[in-house]
C-alpha cells in the first residue's frame, strides 16, 4: 500500500518540478535582484512555480553598474546582452516565459522579435511603454539626482544622436507633435516598432509567442500617457486624446503581429484597476498570470 502511495505521487513531483523557467526584466532605476522589489518577487515566483527555475536578468556587474545601466546604457545593447545570457543559459534551451516591469517589458518584446533563439513562449509586460512615453511625469528607482537630469535632458532633445545613444527613456521617446523626427531618429522604439521599414523577422518572431499579456496598471502616474502599456497612443499631432491600440496604424497595418495575435487569441489585455505604476499583488499574479498563462 505504502509503495503504491509513493509511486502514486512520483509523477506528481515530476511534473512539478519541470515547469517552463521564467526570466524576469527589471525597470528604469532598480536592480536584478534587490529583496525590496525583484529578488523579492523572485522568491515568491520560485515558490509559488514549486521551484521551477525563475532568472532576474543582470546587465551590469554590481548593484551600482546595473542602476546605472537602465538609464544609460544603449536598449540595443541590453537586449543584445540579454539575448545572450538567455542564450547561454542551459536551463532555458527548451524555451521560457518572460516577465517585463516597466521598460523591461519592451525590452523583453526586442528579445522575443530580434533574438527568439530559444524562444520565449508566454510574454507578460507589467506597464510597458510599447508606444512609448511623452513626458516623464515621476520616476521610479532610487536614485533622485538621474532621474532629474533625465528629465532635463529629455525636455531639451529627446531626439538628439547623443541623448538617443545614451539615455534610456530617450530610446522611447515618442513626441506625437513631431511623429516623423521619432520616426527617423528614435535608434530603439522606432525599430523594434517598424516604423522606419517592415522588418518581416521582427514579426514573424512577435508572431511565434504562444500569448502576449499587456497589464496596464489603472492609475499609472509614471506611463504617460498610461494607454502605452496596452499600444494605444496620441491620436495625431495633439497630446491629449488617445487612440486604442486597434485604431493606431502599427495594428491595422499588422506591423508587428500584433492583429495576427489578437485574431488568433493570443493578445490578452488586462487592466489592475486603480492601481499605480507597478503595484501588483503577489495574490494578484498568482490568479490572473500564473493560473492562467504558466
Ligand atoms: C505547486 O504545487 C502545488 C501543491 O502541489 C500545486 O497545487 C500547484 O498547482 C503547483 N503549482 C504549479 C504552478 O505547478
Ligand atoms: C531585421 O531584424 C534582424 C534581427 O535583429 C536583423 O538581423 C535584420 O538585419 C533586420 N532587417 C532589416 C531589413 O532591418
Ligand atoms: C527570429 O529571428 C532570427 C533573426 O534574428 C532568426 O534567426 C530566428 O530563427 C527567428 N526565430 C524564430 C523562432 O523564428
Ligand atoms: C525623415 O526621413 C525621411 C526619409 O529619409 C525624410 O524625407 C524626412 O525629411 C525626415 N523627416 C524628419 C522630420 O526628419
Redesign the pocket.
Known amino acids: 500500500m505504502l509503495l503504491k502511495g509513493l509511486l502514486g505521487l512520483a509523477p506528481v513531483f515530476a511534473a512539478a518540478f519541470a515547469g517552463t523557467p521564467v526570466v524576469l526584466w527589471h525597470g528604469l532605476g532598480d536592480t536584478c535582484c534587490n529583496p525590496l522589489s525583484i529578488g523579492g518577487f523572485t522568491s515568491y515566483l520560485e515558490r509559488e512555480l514549486n521551484g521551477t527555475k525563475v532568472l532576474s536578468l543582470k546587465i551590469g556587474s554590481n548593484f551600482v553598474d546595473e542602476m546605472k545601466n537602465s538609464y544609460l546604457m544603449n536598449s540595443n545593447d541590453q537586449v543584445a546582452e540579454a539575448c545572450k545570457i538567455i542564450r547561454e543559459d542551459p536551463d532555458l534551451k527548451n524555451g521560457y516565459h518572460a516577465v517585463g516591469f516597466s521598460q523591461g517589458g519592451q525590452f523583453l518584446r526586442a528579445v522575443a522579435q530580434?533574438?527568439?533563439?530559444p524562444?520565449m513562449k508566454v510574454l507578460v509586460s507589467l506597464g510597458g511603454q510599447h508606444q512609448g512615453v511623452f513626458g516623464l511625469p515621476r520616476c521610479p528607482g532610487s536614485s533622485s539626482t538621474l532621474c532629474e537630469y533625465t528629465r532635463k535632458i529629455l525636455d531639451y532633445g529627446a531626439y538628439w544622436s547623443w541623448v538617443q545613444n545614451e539615455l534610456v527613456p530617450a530610446q522611447y521617446w515618442h513626441d506625437p507633435n513631431d511623429e516623423q523626427t521619432y520616426a527617423n531618429k528614435s535608434i530603439f522604439l522606432a525599430d523594434i516598432n517598424n516604423e522606419r521599414v517592415v522588418n518581416q523577422?521582427y514579426r514573424?518572431?512577435l508572431s511565434?509567442l504562444e500569448k502576449l499579456v499587456l497589464v496596464k496598471f489603472g492609475a499609472d502616474s509614471i506611463v504617460q500617457p498610461r494607454e502605452s502599456s496596452w499600444f494605444g497612443w496620441y491620436k495625431a499631432n495633439q497630446d491629449v486624446a488617445v487612440s486604442d491600440m486597434e485604431d493606431t496604424a502599427l495594428y491595422k497595418e499588422d506591423r508587428i503581429g500584433l492583429k495576427t495575435l489578437k485574431e488568433s487569441g493570443r493578445l490578452d489585455l488586462l487592466e489592475i484597476a486603480g492601481a499605480d505604476h507597478l503595484r501588483v499583488s503577489e495574490k494578484w499574479f498568482t490568479e490572473n498570470i500564473i493560473n492562467r498563462y504558466f
Open positions: 530580434r533574438c527568439r533563439n524562444p523577422t514573424e518572431n511565434k
